[in-house]
Structures are given as C-alpha cells and as structure tokens.
C-alpha cells in the first residue's frame, strides 16, 4: 500500500510545484516607446535586487526652445535640477508580482518633478505602467510599445 503511495505523493509534489517556478517573471527588457512618442526608454534588469529600472534613452525633442539640452529642471532634488533628461532614470524597483506583472515600484514624473508607486503588467504587445499615490485605484496609467531599435539619428 505505501510503495503505491509514494509515487502518487510526489507526482502530487511536483504538480503543486509548478505554479511556483511559473512565477519567476523575467523583466521586459529592451526598447520601449512610450506615450505619445515623445521618448524611447531602455529597461534593464537589477539583478543585485531582482528587480528592472527604465532609462530614457532617445527623446523626440532633446533640446528646449533656446537650443539647450533638456534638463531635469523640476526634480526636488536641487542638486538634480541639472542632470540631462535624457539618460534619466524615470522607473526602478520593480519586482515580480504574485499574480503577475511587477509591483514595488517607483515611477519619476519629469514633466512634473514627482515620484509615484508603481507597477506595470504586460497587455498584448505593450507594458502598462501605474503610477499612484497611496492605492493603484489613485493613478494613472501610461502604455509603453515595444521597439527593435532606437530611430536613426536626423
């Protein structure tokens, strides 16, 4: 009677195993076109803290109405006000969610100097990122598209 029970008691070990492994979301890597078009960001893993950070890394309009590049003017970090928007890092933190997608996260407002939460789900071929003040039902989502390859320069 056991020798046939223990087959069957891990045959159930595994089965139950697996929704586990099934939960390891890799970060969406790669070239994203953002909202609008304005911007392409690049998201990396941050393997240190399993979690992904996105950079921006090619703007429509890189420099302002004077000719002067971008510059992160309304960060409320004086010492940042300076820094080019262009290679700013605008979303990190975000790691895989129980039920899917990422969480954890903390998404920069450059048009507006704010850091929300964050968290981000895949849907079709884009990435819907939430950014949000105290609950997700407070926020507002952008949807970012994936890309091959960065615009050629003009």
Same mark, same amino acid.
């Given at each position: 009677? @056991?020798?046939?029970?223990?087959?069957?008691?891990? #045959? #159930?070990?595994?089965?139950?195993?697996?929704p586990? #492994?099934?939960?390891?979301?890799?970060?969406?890597?790669?070239?994203?076109?953002?909202?609008g078009?304005? !911007?392409?960001?690049?998201i990396?893993? &941050?393997?240190?803290? /399993?979690s992904w950070?996105?950079?921006?890394? $090619?703007l429509?309009?890189?420099m302002?109405d004077?000719?002067?590049?971008? &510059?992160d003017a309304?960060n409320?970090?004086p010492? /940042? +006000?300076?820094?080019?928007?262009?290679?700013?890092?605008?979303? $990190?933190? #975000? %790691?895989?969610a129980?039920k899917? =997608? $990422?969480k954890? =996260?903390?998404? @920069?407002?450059? *048009?507006n100097?704010?850091? @929300?939460?964050?968290?981000? %789900?895949? /849907?079709?071929?884009q990435? *819907?990122? %939430?950014?949000y003040?105290?609950?997700?039902?407070? =926020? +507002?989502?952008?949807?970012?598209? +994936?890309? !091959?390859?960065l615009? *050629?320069?003009?």
């Amino acid at each position: 009677m @056991y020798k046939r029970s223990i087959p069957l008691l891990l #045959f #159930f070990i595994v089965l139950l195993s697996i929704p586990a #492994f099934s939960q390891t979301l890799e970060p969406p890597t790669g070239l994203w076109k953002t909202e609008g078009g304005k !911007s392409i960001v690049e998201i990396i893993p &941050l393997p240190e803290n /399993k979690s992904w950070a996105a950079q921006i890394v $090619w703007l429509k309009e890189p420099m302002d109405d004077e000719g002067e590049e971008l &510059l992160d003017a309304l960060n409320p970090n004086p010492k /940042k +006000r300076n820094n080019p928007i262009l290679g700013l890092t605008i979303a $990190w933190g #975000f %790691r895989t969610a129980e039920k899917g =997608g $990422w969480k954890d =996260g903390q998404v @920069y407002d450059p *048009e507006n100097g704010k850091i @929300y939460k964050g968290q981000a %789900r895949m /849907k079709g071929d884009q990435l *819907e990122l %939430r950014g949000y003040i105290g609950i997700p039902a407070f =926020g +507002r989502s952008t949807h970012w598209k +994936r890309i !091959s390859h960065l615009p *050629e320069a003009s």
